[in-house]
């Protein structure tokens, strides 16, 4: 009982400094961002490793010159991205429409105009925790969802919680997203569910070798296995980082019936679609996270 106080106490002291923070207008934000991008990148040296081994990996035909200003871009913006995502917590509708522009929603409610839901797939890339904001844009009566992993600290993990539930969409542990789906469909709710599929699959979970960025990459085939089963329809959302604090969203569509495409055919066509979207701008893509800790040639 001790510990699940102690955890309360540290999710409303965290809470409420993000809060405040919160308050701050986007120039002040954005000065402390400048600060922090000095500190994360020259003083801590946060993952510089990892992103420089998956940087040079990816793009084996670039200079380091040309490697060094994508690393130090990359490093800007996620501390852009950090105190973008703090910021949802006191940003209004009008504010995020301007700042998160959706071009072709009807994509979308096209595809779910009939009843059915659809899936949303997505990288880490340009600021995705304003994606949920595409509730704004749906048809009455149709919801949105997002799947998230749950973080290891119950503080973070609650507030993160917090600030992803600003746009009022469903959120989904990974966990239970069959079972939450199954129950969405019982009844009778039509809903559009973000995936962030390009996370690295847990051991023993499906998952499937593919060529990503030039290197043997693995992907999570639970997003497929599911549109598969239930005759989803997919949408790729590309997102375009257009200047500091703005990004555009086109929606393309997958598949219209998941059921009607063979195995694996739908992460590959995302796969590919997330691949020209990182090869189009670079430095907005999640460097830090390493994706590529598992061998191929090891697991043969």
């Not at 990974?174 to 847990?202: A, C, H, S, W």
Request: glycine letters at 6%.
């Amino acid at each position: 009982m001790a510990g699940e106080n102690k955890k309360g106490v540290g999710f409303y002291l965290l809470y409420g400094a993000v809060y405040l923070m919160a308050m701050l207008p986007f120039r002040v934000l954005y000065l402390f961002s400048d600060i922090l991008y000095f500190v994360v990148y020259y003083l801590a040296g946060y993952r510089r490793k990892v992103v420089r081994k998956n940087l040079v990996n990816s793009f084996p035909q670039k200079k380091e010159k040309e490697i060094l200003q994508i690393e130090k871009k990359f490093y800007h913006h996620l501390c852009d991205y950090f105190v973008e995502t703090i910021k949802t917590l006191r940003i209004s509708d009008k504010e995020i429409r301007r700042r998160m522009v959706f071009k072709n929603p009807e994509i979308v409610n096209r595809l779910t105009k009939d009843g059915n839901s659809c899936l949303l797939s997505l990288g880490h890339y340009g600021n995705w925790e304003w994606v949920p904001s595409i509730g704004l844009y749906l048809s009455p009566g149709v919801e949105p969802g997002q799947v998230y992993k749950e973080l290891k600290s119950k503080a973070f993990d609650e507030l993160f919680l917090k600030i992803r539930s600003r746009f009022h969409p469903q959120s989904i542990e990974m966990k239970t997203v069959y079972r939450t789906i199954i129950r969405q469909k019982n009844e009778g709710k039509t809903m559009v569910i973000g995936f962030l599929t390009d996370q690295r699959p847990r051991k023993h979970n499906p998952e499937h070798w593919t060529t990503f960025l030039n290197q043997d990459t693995l992907v999570q085939t639970g997003m497929e296995r599911i549109a598969r089963q239930f005759g989803f329809s997919v949408v790729y959302l590309d997102i375009k980082k257009v200047k500091r604090g703005y990004y555009v969203g086109n929606f393309s569509v997958i598949t219209a019936d998941a059921s009607a495409e063979e195995e694996l055919s739908v992460m590959e066509k995302y796969t590919r679609k997330l691949e020209e979207t990182i090869l189009d701008e670079p430095a907005y893509y999640l460097w830090s996270h390493n994706k590529w800790s598992r061998s191929k040639k090891q697991e043969e």
